[in-house]
């Protein structure tokens, strides 16, 4: 079962764990060694102390499945995974040089260093763009610069693989990501816009040029929702000897709406290394921010507010989603062999259906829940081990099967919120146990069938023989 805690010394796979190199919100970074790889390595592994975030174990998930998928200099080659079935872990070349954190001691940069900077990390998400996968986490800590001089992208906890299952979205409402650079389509809930990484590198730039954030660093979500209708500061106002054309690129990425940004990543960093080529609007004359008038029309107009539509490659590609909601406690064999025979039936008449299979952990209504067991293990990690056993016979590929652990007070909740939020088409879940404390509060699945949003199937099954009731 998966450690909390490694130690200098511990050997997983023949990777011999060094020293640690940073202590994260989400995972900690150690170095490594390997006999088979003498070039430097780094081994992150996601953080499941007392207490944690579980979005530290649903982001790692997710960058175990995008990370191996990417190639080219701008990405840290991965070297090897590992589940939680044992010891989650990923190995990764670990990249020569130290963050862009290291210039904000030297802020403001000069005027062509911010064009350097930003031309090259434009190349950096063209080349990520172009791999089906938005970052949604640029800031100046997750870029890191190779000795040959290309940006290299790390840290893909929280981005989004179009043709992956987006695990943060399914299981979270509120948004992920750094406040002073997420875009307002991010802070809404829409993961799937490249754009979002271009407002990214527009608030790193503007803060590089000017020493200030363009919006803060807001702590709570009325604070984020601000740069829905409060315009930045010009950045000449802040520093007169910026020249137009920054000024007009630093304020085209900061637009709310992202077709008013550039169309690619490609275009930002041509317009970056050709000032002299850059078409100049208002946004390069402006040296205040817009009246408050109309500031607050855009916050009280729904005329003038924004709509952010998803991208339509996401719309066209949505599968149906059959869920499948497994009570690892008191299951019974039976009905666990049924529950899957009925997902086999599903998926022979919908082929290009996804199952998202879900455990409910009950939390308590009074008092504090513990995250670990008696022995030091996530409890949060232990069932998804289980869901995932529970989902080997159906032998389903990863991208056709997702695993999710839901923690509220009340299951059925829990199950109908996940249905609705996400669009489920199918809810397959097992009949009541018949136990008095169902007869007394009302089962979970007839509450679930009573309110779903969507066709829900109750499996029934005897010790000889299935009965599926629909």
């Known amino acids: 079962m998966a450690r909390a805690r490694l130690a ?9 764990v060094g020293a640690v190199l940073h202590n994260g919100g989400m995972a900690i970074l150690w170095e490594c060694t390997h006999p088979d790889h003498p070039e430097p390595l780094l081994m992150k592994v996601p953080r499941m102390f007392e207490g944690e975030d579980p979005a530290a174990i649903v982001s790692f998930e997710m960058e ?68 089906h996968v938005v970052h949604l986490d640029i800031k100046p800590s997750n870029i890191l610069f190779r000795p040959s ?10 981005s989004r693989h179009d043709q992956l299952p987006d695990l943060m979205e399914e299981e979270f409402r509120l948004p992920y990501g750094t406040a002073p650079y997420m875009a307002p389509e991010q802070v809404m809930g829409i993961r799937s816009e490249p754009r979002s ?50 000024q007009e690129l630093i304020l085209r990425c900061l637009e709310v709406e992202p077709q008013r940004r550039h169309a690619s ?10 000032p002299a080529q850059v078409p100049l609007t208002a946004r390069a004359e402006k040296l205040a921010r817009d009246p408050w008038s109309r500031r607050m029309g855009r916050r009280f107009n729904p005329e003038h507010q924004p709509r952010f539509k998803r991208a339509m490659a996401e719309e066209v590609s949505a599968a149906p989603i059959v869920a499948v909601a497994v009570d690892l406690a008191e299951q019974r064999p039976h009905v666990a062999a049924a529950l899957r025979t009925t997902i086999g039936h599903i998926l022979a008449t919908v082929p290009g259906a996804r199952v998202a299979c879900l455990n ?57 919120d996940y249905a609705r939020t996400n669009n489920v088409d199918h809810i397959v879940i097992g009949a ?19 309110q779903a949003p969507c066709t829900v199937t109750v ?9 599926l009731a629909a």
């Open 360 to 416: 409910v952990w009950q939390q308590k209504r009074l008092g504090l829940d513990t995250t670990l067991d008696a022995q030091g293990h996530n409890k949060h990690v232990q069932r998804l081990v289980e869901l995932k056993h529970w989902a080997a016979p159906l032998r389903l590929p990863e991208g056709r099967i997702t695993f999710h652990v839901l923690e509220a007070h009340n299951a059925a909740d829990a199950l109908l």
């Open 64 to 131: 175990t499945m995008i990370l191996p998928r990417l190639v080219g200099p701008h990405v840290p080659r991965c070297i090897a995974t590992a589940d939680f079935e044992h010891q989650p872990y990923i190995v990764m070349e670990r990249v020569p040089g130290t963050s862009l954190l290291a210039k904000l001691k030297q802020l403001p940069l000069p005027i062509a260093e911010v064009a350097e900077i930003g031309a090259k990390v434009a190349d950096a998400l063209c080349a990520l763009h172009g791999q």
């Open 265 to 274: 990543a490609a275009q930002l960093a041509f317009d970056l290394r050709h």
């Open 459 to 467: 499996v029934r099954s005897r010790q000889r023989g299935e009965e």
């Open 197 to 246: 990484d271009l407002f990214a590198l527009g608030a790193m730039l503007y803060f590089f040029t000017t020493g200030q954030r363009p919006f803060g660093d807001p702590q709570r979500m009325s604070g984020l929702k601000r740069r829905l209708w409060e315009d930045p500061l010009p950045v000449r106002q802040l520093r007169p000897d910026c020249p137009q054309w920054l």
């Open 432 to 450: 009541s146990t018949g136990s008095t404390r169902s007869k007394l509060l009302g089962s979970v699945s007839g509450a679930v069938a009573g």
């Open 149 to 158: 001089g290309e940006a290299v992208l790390i840290d893909f906890g929280l």
């Open 8 to 16: 200098h010394g511990t050997v997983l796979d023949g990777f011999t």
